[in-house]
């Protein structure tokens, strides 16, 4: 199996943003009952990748490895095809009422990333073949609020964009969603493979977002995404397709020279972006945070990281299931959101900062 070097910063040429293919992938014997889990099944035959079957895609076992951490990387490079069972949505506060299950886990290694918090110990890939019972869950949590438009989140549990050739669930997703008068759908992605996505039936019911950060943050800190530029260079392309676009800057990071940083990051955008984009376009704002269990798996995971994870340094916030996290104090996230806000409202008067967390 292929190891990378995921320590290490890239610059933005050497950077591996090619479209994830996986070394191993696991079947659930249900999956093989839906039309996408028999596609898969005889794509990765003809190709030639070693396939598995497993009980569960919650409990799979035999990804190899020597150490943890070997096994860890590995995991990252296996896919599994399962059935989506549990189907209550969990909330996805605050930029979405629900967050809609497509898939679970990332190909990429951000050091910061939220999944070693929510997966940490199953950071393998799991999509689902059982679309249309997902859809019709989601049909049933919009009738229960109407009048109100009900909002899903795609990616609160995985990168959608970057698995979308494989499965192709994002623009069903996006396509149901078109038909929905009071459903929408949004997610966010590092990544710019988004050409099969751009004559989806969207109806403007799918806000597209791109998470950007400082230069200093994508260098080191996330590995195995797309560049900035090519990003930027897909964010232009969306909006062209007509899809409402948004900006996610994540994890807002208090590093030296950060203002300037971030300053950078927004001229960048606001000279580079294509004019339809500015039409409809929102940001939100969130400051890095780190648990517990997320700093003690990324540091074994990433041991030369830079990544500031000093508990005497921030502030404790409570949260659901015991799972409280750390945030910067007052003063800097308060340093952060001003500055924020202060530069998007220069550059982009007329865009909406939708939340800052
Ligand atoms: S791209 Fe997103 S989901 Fe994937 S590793 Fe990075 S932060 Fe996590």
């Avoid at 596609?39 to 150490?67: A, D, F």
């Avoid at 899903?152 to 994002?170: K, M, Q, R, Y």
């Avoid at 949004?186 to 751009?198: A, E, G, I, Y």
């Avoid at 971030?262 to 004019?275: A, I, M, N």
Wanted: include cysteine; hydrophobic fraction near 35%.
């Amino acid at each position: 199996m292929a190891t990378t070097l995921v320590d290490a910063p890239k610059s933005a040429a050497a950077r591996d943003s090619k479209l994830f293919q996986p070394d191993l992938v696991f079947f659930e014997p249900d999956a093989l009952q839906y039309p996408l889990g028999r596609e898969l099944y005889e794509r990765y035959q003809k190709q030639g990748i070693p396939i598995q079957m497993t009980t569960s895609h919650n409990q799979v076992r035999g990804i190899p490895g020597e150490t943890d951490v070997e096994k860890y990387r590995n995991a990252k490079r296996t896919l599994v095809v399962g059935v989506r069972k549990t189907l209550k949505f969990e909330q996805s506060k605050p930029s979405a009422e629900y967050a809609i299950p497509l898939a679970t886990g990332c190909a990429a290694h951000c050091h910061y990333c939220y999944l070693n918090t929510n997966i940490g110990t199953k950071p393998y890939i799991r999509v689902y073949v059982n679309t249309d019972d997902i859809f019709r869950q989601a049909e049933a949590y919009i009738r229960e609020r109407e009048p109100e438009i009900t909002r899903f989140e795609a990616a609160c549990t995985s990168d959608p964009v970057s698995i979308e050739h494989i499965t192709g669930n994002l623009r069903r997703a996006i396509e149901f969603m078109g038909e929905q008068p009071l459903g929408r759908l949004r997610f966010v992605t590092k990544f710019h493979h988004v050409d099969s996505l751009l004559d989806a039936r969207h109806n403007r019911h799918t806000r597209f977002r791109f998470s950007m950060n400082a230069d200093y943050v994508i260098k080191h800190f996330e590995p195995g995404t797309s560049s900035f530029e090519e990003r930027l260079e897909a964010a232009g392309k969306v909006a062209k397709a007509g899809y409402p676009l948004g900006f996610i800057l994540a994890p807002l990071y208090w590093f030296d020279g950060w203002e300037e940083g971030y300053t950078d990051l927004l001229e960048r955008l606001r000279d580079q972006l294509v004019p339809e984009a500015m039409e409809d376009l929102t940001f939100e704002l969130i400051q890095h945070r780190f648990t517990k269990v997320a700093k003690k798996l990324i540091l074994q995971r990433y041991p030369k990281t830079k990544l500031e994870m000093n508990e005497e340094e921030r502030k404790y916030k409570w949260g659901k299931y015991g799972r409280g996290k750390y945030v910067y104090p007052d003063p800097q996230a308060k340093a952060l959101r001003d500055h924020l806000e202060k530069e998007i409202a220069r550059l982009f008067p007329q865009a909406r900062i939708e939340y800052f967390t």
